[in-house]
């Protein structure tokens, strides 16, 4: 399974995610996101026809990601939010396919993780 991982701030917008989605080039079987920012992604998943995998904040501890942002870092304890979502809902043994990308207006970030039965 492909899953795309999406961090996102306050004010993100459906637009914020498909600039973000776009700039992977890929086409995700299904979205995550931290479960508190599950309603900011809501109709852009809907207008996709994907599920949404909401992820909780304590599962992103520890989840190692190729990314290191301080930012995330301070905000949620993880290198890259997007990346760790993308590994969890994945499933053990899923790898990063496409490091973070930022949407154009800098709202929300998206990563790509492949699971092992992809």
Known sequence: MV???FGCRAGATPESFRNALAATGTRPDALA???DRAG???SFAEAKGLAVH??????LQGID???RSTVSLAAR???SVAEAV???AAGPGARI???RTISSDRMATCAIAQGPES
């Open 3 to 5: 899953i795309a991982g």
């Open 77 to 79: 304890g993880v290198g």
């Open 33 to 35: 996101v931290p479960a």
């Open 65 to 67: 990601t190729p990314t």
């Open 97 to 99: 396919v496409v490091t």
């Open 86 to 88: 993308a590994l969890v």
């Open 54 to 59: 909401p992820i909780a904040a304590d599962v």
């Open 40 to 42: 900011a992604i809501a």
